[in-house]
């Protein structure tokens, strides 16, 4: 039997639509992004130094760089959401910041996003602060690594 008949094309459109719905619904504002930033540096200044992901700590310091040069813009584009660095920030007077023509172009857009919102999640974000708290150079030493292997009888092999 076919599925298209057993589900039928309306079922279908309805699941679609409501997709859709749930999609505009969970799409996420700036003030998400905003609260998620100030988690996450909240959470990278209770960690010590030693055990900082470089990475993750990277990501917030450069985040709270643009934020601080009032450099980080939010746009919404019905399903997802996009932050992403300009050149000046809103108040500089500069001719370059004012002309039109010399705005950044929309084929170069992709190298300006910080990060992208969907579902009600900021991705890179996410990606980023995974294992916040595990520095790669903390498992690059490998004399902590080595400590034999001990047999039944409780002497180390090495």
């Known amino acids: 039997m076919n599925r298209l ?7 279908i459109v309805k699941l679609s639509i409501g997709l859709a719905v749930a999609a505009i619904w ?6 998400d992004f905003q609260e998620r930033h100030l988690e996450a540096n909240n959470i990278m200044v209770l ?7 470089p990475v993750s700590e990277k990501h917030v310091d450069h985040i709270n760089s643009l934020y601080s040069d ?10 997802l959401s996009f932050m992403w660095k300009d050149n000046f920030c809103r108040e500089v007077g500069l001719y370059e910041s004012q002309c039109s023509y010399l705005k950044p172009s929309l084929r170069k857009f992709y190298d300006r996003i910080e990060d992208i919102g969907f579902w009600g999640k900021w991705w890179i974000y996410e990606e980023k602060m995974k294992d916040f708290d595990v520095s790669p150079a903390e498992w690059s030493d490998t004399s902590v690594l080595n400590l034999g292997v001990v047999n039944p009888r409780g002497f180390t092999i090495s």
């Open 47 to 53: 960690v010590s130094k030693p055990i900082k992901n």
């Open 26 to 31: 969970l799409n996420p504002k700036e003030v």
């Open 5 to 11: 008949a057993l589900f039928g094309s309306n079922s």
């Open 70 to 79: 009032d450099r980080i813009r939010y746009t919404s584009c019905l399903f």
